[in-house]
């Protein structure tokens, strides 16, 4: 009887829920306005460069502002252009801790406000205005309750208004700054001035000292992929780019005598500009030495020759000599860049997809930064392969001439491909460790889920 009263149950249930189901879909679906839908979106995804005197062409910040655009935002915003976030969402990890992009729901909430001629909406409905900080002040200087604790900057250069591209590779010396070994917590770097940004097409800070550390971790060698990294890279800034905050108990060291090697490209912007970059360093507290050590490595893949009216795919190579967990990926290519993927071959032979990035945009050079729970732990003799594709056709709206034969070079007409990747390094009882404690979390995170649903 106690089934026949569950089932007798179920069906009242259920045609309840058709008749709700019913009255529900009767109801108007209600018209997404500015103020009460699409601002809060805006703030939270597009106004970090769609303000005033931000890098973006035009400011969303307020109704008046994006109205005029409402048709061209719809365009970008369907075809996930904009906010830029480039990641194949249909393979490899998925969650990420500077994910920008917009969901479905978003995507579609500012699609029906065009759709309906972009209504303001009430006024009172709309959100207070962000406190943007200033553009001279560091990011993360409210969370480590200051500014850097050592600044580091390039020497000026001048970059006349119109000339051919040019590299500074100069150096700075750490100097009195690091006087004992010292561990760095986090990590900005930038142009120095709104001006210098229309200059700078990338900085490279190599970090060179006299690192006795015996293992893979110590600094970027060659890979035998047919780039030679030089010193070690400690940090990158292309558009788009703001920092880099390393994980709990993770750290890059500083040494005494310690310099940075700049690799500055710059390229003419219309009008003489004088510009250094900017390299701003968090430490660790003097004596707090963190557990694990992260290294930023240059993978690359090696030499490039496209022929005229192809898509020519690369590959490379690099072997994990250490247990490691991959915390970021960042490619980088040129005009003619399409898509970059980065797997892991395990030393069983399996293959994973870690990220693969299907819509590159040289205008935005993304590192995504993979969650705590998400970054991938690899076994040592675990090979990293990077696969680059350049699109030299008419369909790659970017590219200058397809025509021509590309190969490698420095410039912008030239093309590069290589992925930036952070690895933290651990010994064999530290990895062990943080594998069983993946595994432990992940029954956790599965029944959350499920609670949810």
């Not at 009242?12 to 997404?32: C, D, H, I, N, Q």
């Not at 970054?375 to 696969?387: D, Q, W």
Request: glycine fraction near 6%; include cysteine.
């Amino acid at each position: 009887m106690a089934g026949l009263g569950f089932r007798s149950g179920a069906a009242s249930f259920a045609v309840a829920a058709l008749f709700a189901g019913v009255a529900t879909a009767a109801e108007p679906v209600r018209t997404p306005t500015f103020t009460k839908d699409v601002a809060p979106i805006f703030q939270a995804k597009c106004e970090t460069c769609h303000r005033t005197d931000s890098m973006a062409p035009m400011s969303l910040a307020t109704y008046q502002e994006a109205r005029p655009w409402a048709r061209s935002i719809k365009t970008r915003v369907a075809a996930r252009q904009m906010p830029p976030w480039h990641v194949d969402k249909n393979v490899g990890i998925q969650e990420f801790t500077n994910d920008r992009s917009l969901t479905d729901t978003e995507i579609d909430t500012i699609t029906r406000w065009v759709d309906a001629g972009a209504p303001q909406g009430d006024p009172k409905d709309m959100p207070p205005p962000v406190a943007w900080p200033d553009a001279a002040v560091w990011n993360y200087a409210n969370r480590f309750g200051g500014p850097p604790d050592l600044i580091i900057r390039s020497p000026s250069f001048t970059m006349p208004a119109h000339a051919q591209d040019a590299w500074d590779k100069r150096a700075t010396a750490c100097g009195d700054a690091v006087t004992e070994p010292r561990w760095v917590r986090a990590v900005e770097i930038r142009p120095a001035t709104n001006k210098g940004r229309k200059i700078v097409h990338h900085a490279l800070a190599r970090l060179s000292q006299d690192d006795a550390v015996d293992n893979a971790a110590a600094a970027n060698t060659d890979d035998d992929s047919g780039v030679n990294a030089g010193p070690g890279l400690f940090m990158e800034w292309a558009v788009g780019k703001q920092g880099e905050i390393m994980r709990s108990d993770t750290g890059k060291l500083l040494l005494p005598g310690c310099q940075f090697v700049w690799d500055i490209h710059y390229s003419a912007a219309g009008e003489e500009i004088t510009n250094n970059v900017e390299l701003g360093i968090y430490l660790y507290p003097k004596g707090q030495e963190p557990k694990f050590r992260q290294v930023l490595h240059l993978m690359g893949t090696g030499g490039i020759d496209i022929p005229p009216n192809t898509i020519k795919p690369t590959q490379g190579f690099f072997v994990m000599k250490q247990n490691g967990r991959v915390e970021s990926f960042q490619p980088h290519m040129h005009l003619r860049g399409k898509a970059m993927m980065m797997e892991a071959i395990l030393p069983s032979g399996q293959r994973q997809v870690l990220s693969h990035v299907d819509n590159f945009n040289f205008n935005w050079h993304n590192s995504y930064y993979y969650a705590d729970d998400a970054a991938p732990l690899l076994p040592k003799g675990t090979i990293l392969r990077i696969t680059a594709w350049h699109d030299n056709t008419t369909a790659n709206k970017s590219n200058p001439d397809p025509n021509q034969w590309v190969g490698s070079g420095d410039r912008t007409v030239d093309e590069m491909a290589h992925a930036w990747v952070n690895v933290t390094y651990m010994n064999d009882d530290d990895y062990k460790a943080e594998v069983e404690k993946r595994k432990a979390s992940r029954p956790a995170r599965s029944t959350a889920a499920q609670q949810q649903q």
